[in-house]
């Protein structure tokens, strides 16, 4: 079996998901002739789940971040209305 194919099971078995580690598995039961043959295209396509699933989580880190600072924008705003306002009533 491929060194690269067991290290792929190994090291993120449970950050893939399950219909790719039952994949991986059925892949290394296979006879060694058909084996080789699909390890390529099997691990390329668990490099591309785990590029996917780090670009998903760099979105969502993203999206959070946004959202904080929305919430800032928001607070400072209010802030900024209520001195223009106190002000206003000061002249007046």
Avoid: H, W
Avoid at 25 to 44: G, H
């Amino acid at each position: 079996m491929n060194v690269k194919t067991n290290r792929i099971q190994s090291r993120d078995n449970d950050k893939l998901p399950v219909d790719l580690n039952e994949l991986i598995s059925a892949v290394q039961s296979l006879p060694p002739r058909y084996r080789t043959e699909l390890e390529k295209p099997l691990n390329r396509v668990v490099e591309y789940t785990r590029r996917r699933r780090r670009i998903l989580n760099l979105i969502q880190e993203a999206l959070s971040q946004l959202r904080m600072d929305m919430k800032y924008m928001m607070f400072d705003l209010e802030a900024t209305r209520r001195e223009r306002d106190e002000y206003r009533d000061g002249i007046s």
